[in-house]
């Protein structure tokens, strides 16, 4: 068994309802997102194949990436896309004390303008995402998690399955989660060109969140 959830339950989302699981969905508009990038190789070839399909997406970028490719970062936004922070160097909210938490989302939130958040592995703590407004230096931060997880950086599971898992479960208004990263680059490769084709026969409207 799997220890995620493709589609996230209903529990999840009474319980933490300040926190963003879908968008707004007038015009059947999905949202893409990709986690962990940017990456030197990996996230050209994304923009690439959402510039094909007149799709816009928002990238949860890691800060320490960001630092190490700044003209990509930047291709990202000139690009129409949106971006978010994920913290400098991909921290686990649970098994981080909450000051040095922030501080990783500071340093982050030097390199990644904004409002919108995703903490790494959707686990945050309470504490935690009250400091984010503070750490971020925005008003009011969006703690953006995801409606369906594609499981691409499942190595144990094949691409035709990380395709069914989004095709499956989205839906006007889907905040989809896949990564730019090198774990997730096999199933990435051959799923996101099956999702964006379907996505524009179903007549969806790939948007930036
Ligand atoms: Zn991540």
Request: charged residues 20%.
């Amino acid at each position: 068994m799997h220890r995620y959830f493709i589609k996230t339950p209903w529990l999840l989302r009474r319980i933490f309802p300040k926190y963003v699981w879908e968008a707004p969905a007038a015009d059947g508009a999905v949202y893409l997102t990709f986690d962990d990038g940017p990456h030197e190789t990996i996230t050209p070839w994304v923009l690439d194949q959402l510039a094909q399909f007149d799709a816009k997406a928002t990238f949860f970028c890691i800060g320490k990436n960001v630092a190490a490719h700044p003209g990509l970062f930047n291709r990202i936004t000139t690009e129409g896309h949106a971006v978010g922070n994920h913290t400098e160097n991909h921290r686990n909210g649970w098994k981080t004390p909450v000051e040095e938490y922030l501080a990783n989302v500071r340093l982050a939130a030097a390199r990644i303008p904004g409002s919108l958040f995703r903490p790494p592995y959707g686990r945050i703590r309470a504490a935690q995402a009250r400091g984010l407004a503070s750490a971020m230096g925005v008003p009011n931060p969006q703690v953006i998690m995801w409606d369906v997880l594609s499981a691409d950086f499942d190595r144990s599971i094949r691409s035709a399955q990380c395709t069914a898992n989004v095709l499956n479960h989205t839906r006007p208004g889907s905040i989809i989660v896949f990564h730019d990263s090198e774990k997730a680059w096999p199933n990435l490769k051959e799923a996101l060109p099956v999702v964006l084709r379907t996505f524009r026969e179903r007549g969806y409207v790939m948007k930036a969140l």
